[in-house]
């Protein structure tokens, strides 16, 4: 098999490509020169780079970069690029070869390295079980060798699996641990840093400390300028979007979401456009409702037959508000009973929602029959006491402009009593 140099320059002689042009901006035309005369060998870093400006996959590379006897770290390292491209069965081959080689026995970091990927690997297919023990695992090993990068890593992915479990603020204690052990370091790693931020924002957000979770983001926003980790940072901006959104700051909502666009257009991560686009939508309807529909429309028109019905039914119920508020109540209905299309049992607050839309529709229409049916239907389903009282107060108001006004009256009370 011939060396890594020589294949990378016959594929790019064969598309008739300068070294300037495969080393892009990051790589000098020096660098590229003496990578294809074999006298050093890139990183896995600069090869992923090569490789995407040679319009190659990465993977091809793969026989030809081992060929070359790198440390078992280089090999985790190279492991991680195909991570966060999605190719998992590559990622674990790779470190099955790291954690193969005796060098690794005594490489602390690496073999921690390995298994944090291992358990984020196991809890992305919902191997939970297994996730945790790789985490624990990392996190003893990393404990026991002083190891800070790569307990704020296991930290990190242990707050995860406790974040997606509802487990709210054990989820926090163990990302403050992170957070502790990061700032231990000299040189603080940007990315970790922000990832970290990203996910206790949101376990902030969750806990319903959205002032908490907004000025938390805020503090951490100047970690974006120093990581080039596109998903990192693509996270951290939708959670930023979101918190600001919740206290009001519309303009930083705005800005937030602007910027996570353009991040998730780059990385063709379209349901994640989607949701942004969705979220814009919601944001402009109490200041320009005709450019909510507009974007809440893009927002579906990203939706594939992949995405979650839920989604898709969270969407349509509300694109039916826009146009509810639009006095387009033909639209309305139409979207509010999609979207009990798409919604289930798992999902009772939304479709009362829809149910809710679909009565005001009538409502508006004075189809008072018609508007009772919908609005008892969503005051079974909701679980929010808020949402309850106010649908029960709807319902109230039918019965008392049809006649029954003791029946009236009394649903009020109860609508009030709710809300007490």
């Known amino acids: ?57 990465l993977a091809r590379f793969i026989p030809y970069f081992l060929q070359s006897h790198p440390t078992p ?39 921690t390295m390995a298994l944090n990927t291992l358990a984020r690997i196991a809890n992305i297919q919902n191997k939970y079980t297994q996730a945790h023990q790789y985490f624990q695992q990392a996190l003893h090993l990393a404990l026991n060798n002083n190891l800070p990068e790569e307990i704020a890593q296991a930290e990190i992915g242990i707050a995860t699996l406790y974040g997606q479990q509802g487990q709210h603020i054990t989820a926090l204690k163990h ?56 998903h990192t940072i693509l996270s951290f901006l939708m959670g930023y979007a979101l918190s600001a959104h919740q206290v009001r700051h519309l303009d930083e909502a705005f800005s937030a979401n602007a910027k996570a666009l353009y991040y998730a257009y780059r990385l063709k991560e379209y349901e994640l456009m ?80 829809s149910y809710e839309i679909i009565g005001d529709t009538f409502k508006k229409q004075n189809l008072h029959t018609e508007a009772l049916n919908s609005y008892l239907q969503a005051k079974t389903l909701y679980s929010d006491t808020l949402k309850h009282s106010k649908v029960t107060g709807k319902i109230a108001e039918i019965y008392c402009k049809t006649g029954d006004i003791n029946k009236g009256l009394t649903l009020y009370k109860e609508a009030l009593e709710q809300i007490d």
């Not at 490789?51 to 996959?57: K, M, R, S, T, V």
């Not at 231990?184 to 940007?190: D, E, G, I, W």
């Open 1 to 57: 098999m011939q060396d890594l140099g020589t294949t990378i320059k016959q594929i790019r002689e064969s598309k008739n490509l300068s070294q300037a042009q495969i080393g892009g901006h990051n790589l000098s035309r020096s660098y590229i020169s003496g990578i294809e005369r074999e006298k050093f060998h890139p990183s896995p870093e600069a090869l992923n780079e090569i490789a995407q400006n040679l319009q190659e996959p």
């Open 73 to 111: 770290r280089a090999i985790v390292r190279l492991a991680n690029i195909f991570f966060d491209q999605n190719e998992f069965q590559l990622t674990e081959e790779l470190i099955d070869h790291a954690l193969e080689d005796p060098r690794s026995s005594k490489d602390y970091t690496t073999q």
């Open 175 to 230: 990302l403050q641990a992170a957070q502790n052990h990061l700032f231990t370091l000299q040189n603080r790693p940007a990315t970790l840093m922000l990832r970290n931020a990203s996910y206790m924002g949101n376990i902030l957000y969750s806990l319903g400390w959205h002032t908490v979770a907004y000025e938390h983001y805020k503090h951490s926003s100047y970690l974006l300028a120093q990581t080039e980790d596109l």
């Open 274 to 353: 989607a949701d942004i686009y969705s979220n814009v939508g919601i944001l402009l309807r109490e200041t320009d409702n005709k450019r909510a529909i507009t974007y809440l429309k893009k927002s579906l028109n990203l939706r594939t037959e992949d995405t979650p019905k839920w989604k898709k039914g969270y969407t349509q119920n509300e694109l039916a508000q826009s146009y509810l508020r639009n006095r387009q109540f033909k639209e309305a209905h139409c979207y509010a009973k999609k979207a009990l299309t798409n919604l289930d049992d798992t999902n009772p607050d939304e479709k009362a929602q």
